[in-house]
């Protein structure tokens, strides 16, 4: 694999085919202040998802992550995927109502002592209307239950403009940045070429 000088102090060239994102760590240690778990909105509830329901958590993750450039869960095969829902220290979470699925919420405490907010998210008409609000009190409940001592999440410059805004309000600090170099999902194929319009696709060039 050939690597990339990182240059620190200007612009760092990426090969053709692949995408880069700024991601920041945002972490908490306890509920925030005068916390409490929020009732379900009329109508919805939160459903977990197994490893028998592969097909479902697959279009839920593409429907909400589509337009986020979401897709490690999709480079995972049948087994690897089932076997991960099934591990007794991940939580999988579909937020449904009357018309289906309309939101994510995947917990993993795999890493003893603490917890990954792993995916959170909605589909794109459900943003907006407070019930982000309820399911990120469902993953801040359900998250220090196990007693964990940290709770984390990532968020990056292909996120939603107010992801960062939101999780601050929600009580996550930031604490560290990284650099993610990947291939374009949108041209592997794990992707439709029209998600995520806000990050350019940029055809690699034919020198041949």
């Not at 939101?103 to 993993?108: A, F, Q, R, T, Y």
């Not at 964990?148 to 009580?171: E, L, Q």
Request: hydrophobic share 40%.
């Amino acid at each position: 694999m050939k690597t990339i000088p990182l240059e620190l102090n200007g612009l760092t060239d990426i090969p053709p085919g692949k995408i880069a994102n700024v991601a920041i760590l945002l972490q908490m240690f306890a509920p925030p202040a005068g916390f409490s778990p929020m009732r379900a909105p009329f109508g919805y509830g939160l459903e977990r998802i197994k490893g028998g329901e592969i097909e479902r958590y697959r279009k839920l993750f593409r429907t909400v992550g589509n337009p986020w450039l979401w897709y490690s869960r999709l480079q995972m095969s049948d087994e690897e995927l089932a076997d991960t829902l099934d591990n007794r220290d991940v939580e999988a979470f579909a937020l449904a109502g009357a018309g289906g699925d309309i939101g994510i919420l995947e917990l993993d405490f795999r890493e003893p002592g603490e917890v990954e907010l792993a995916f959170f998210g909605l589909v794109p008409g459900a943003i907006g209307g407070g019930l982000g609000r309820y399911l990120m009190a469902e993953a801040i409940a359900r998250g220090f239950v196990r007693g964990s001592k940290r709770m984390w999440v990532h968020t990056c410059n292909f996120d939603h403009p107010k992801a960062m805004d939101f999780y601050i309000k929600s009580g996550f600090e930031p604490y560290s940045r990284a650099i993610e170099i990947a291939d374009d999902p949108r041209l592997t194929g794990l992707l439709p070429r029209s998600a995520a319009p806000h990050v350019p696709l940029i055809e690699p060039q034919d020198n041949a």
